[in-house]
T-cell receptor, first 112, second 109 residues
Framework: TQLLEQSPQFLSIQEGENLTVYCNSSSVFSSLQWYRQEPGEGPVLLVT?????EVKKLKRLTFQFGDARKDSSLHITAAQPGDTGLYLC????????????FGPGTSLSVIP | NAGVTQTPKFRILKIGQSMTLQCTQD?????MYWYRQDPGMGLKLIYY???????DKGEVPNGYNVSRSTTEDFPLRLELAAPSQTSVYFC????????FGQGTRLTVV
């Protein structure tokens, strides 16, 4: 069973479109992170959210942490081909703080 | 800045062989992690360490062993390689933000 679920698994959109990726769990997380991974590389951190309801923006990317700290979303406005990659959410469970668990990822392809 | 360094980058093993994947970090992080990533999938936690001398199992520890004798080094040992261990292995360090190495691509034939 997957502690962290992500949806959709795959997403292919045209340049300029908006999209939202979701990360869900039945567990409460003390913090949640979003990473982007490009082929042949390790994941690179985009953002960390720690407070329920928190919203963070990184240029065209908006991240939100759910009020109950069990879910998160990543919204990309006006997607660009450079946004193509695997988006991974990862979290520290409140009851198992030392472990950082990853979701299965959302593979995004932005077509020019 | 070296960050997290993994060696080797690529390796082919025969079934039953053993090997050690090396991981070194120069950021003085207490937390270190080993993950495996199968094609098109996310990362699965194999083992982690919260400091020198302390290690613990992650989600998929079977078939692997680790040690943490120093803050800098966190090697991952495969004793009897099996085809199911064909994967890309990532080492990471950090407590808040995780910094990843470039990965080791392992094929067991």
């Amino acid at each position: 069973t997957q502690l962290l679920e992500q949806s959709p698994q795959f997403l292919s959109i045209q340049e300029g479109e908006n999209l939202t990726v979701y990360c869900n769990s039945s567990s409460v997380f003390s913090s949640l992170q979003w990473y982007r991974q490009e082929p042949g590389e390790g994941p690179v951190l985009l953002v960390t959210v720690v407070t329920g309801g928190e919203v963070k923006k990184l240029k065209r990317l908006t991240f939100q942490f759910g009020d109950a700290r069990k879910d998160s979303s990543l919204h990309i406005t006006a997607a660009q081909p450079g946004d193509t990659g695997l988006y991974l959410c990862a979290g520290r469970e409140e009851t198992s703080y030392d472990k950082v668990i990853f979701g299965p990822g959302t593979s995004l392809s932005v077509i020019p | 800045n070296a960050g997290v360094t993994q060696t080797p980058k690529f390796r082919i093993l025969k079934i039953g062989q053993s090997m050690t994947l090396q991981c070194t970090q120069d950021m003085n992080h207490n937390y270190m992690y080993w993950y495996r990533q199968d094609p098109g999938m996310g990362l699965k936690l194999i083992y982690y360490s919260v400091g020198a001398g302390i290690t613990d199992k992650g989600e998929v520890p079977n078939g692997y062993n680790v040690s943490r004798s120093t803050t800098e080094d966190f090697p991952l040992r495969l004793e009897l390689a099996a085809p199911s261990q064909t994967s890309v292995y990532f080492c990471a360090s950090g407590s808040g933000e995780a910094f990843f190495g470039q990965g080791t691509r392992l094929t067991v034939v």
